[in-house]
């Protein structure tokens, strides 16, 4: 199917900035939709922000501070992250959907993956 590969979390002091990245991987695959959902220890995963045909959408905690992008050429999804606060602190997971093809003779079929997360630690 398509594999993910995020990067770019760490630690970062409150109002500094990170810029993860999410690679797709795999062979005649179509994405429809990238996101990025976070989740912190205790609580359900949320999601962050979602681009799909060049719109995009946020959460209204970010709104004004991440910005979504992707690069269609190299599958790839960024999330810069602005002005960070303590309670943006969480695992970071890449999401994909879209459509994939076992040959190129079959029909396409849908996929959903997740990427293994990335960690984002913001110190007071």
């Known amino acids: 199917q398509v594999k993910l590969v995020e990067s770019g979390g760490g630690l970062v002091q409150a109002g500094g900035s990170l810029r993860l990245s999410c690679v797709a991987s795999g062979s005649m695959f179509r994405i429809n939709t990238m996101g990025w959902y976070r989740q912190a220890p205790g609580k359900q995963r949320e999601l962050v922000a979602i681009?799909?045909?060049?719109?995009?959408n946020y959460a209204d905690s970010v709104k004004g501070r991440f910005t979504i992008s992707k690069d269609n050429a190299k599958n790839t999804v960024y999330l810069q992250m602005n002005s960070l606060k303590p309670k943006d602190a969480a695992v970071y997971y890449c999401?994909?959907?879209?459509?994939?093809?076992?040959?190129?003779?079959?029909?396409?079929?849908?996929?959903?993956?997740w990427g293994q997360g990335t960690q984002v630690t913001v110190s007071s």
């Open positions: 999401n994909a959907e879209g459509s994939y093809r076992r040959t190129a003779d079959s029909w396409p079929e849908v996929f959903a993956s």
């Open positions: 681009t799909k045909d060049g719109s995009t």
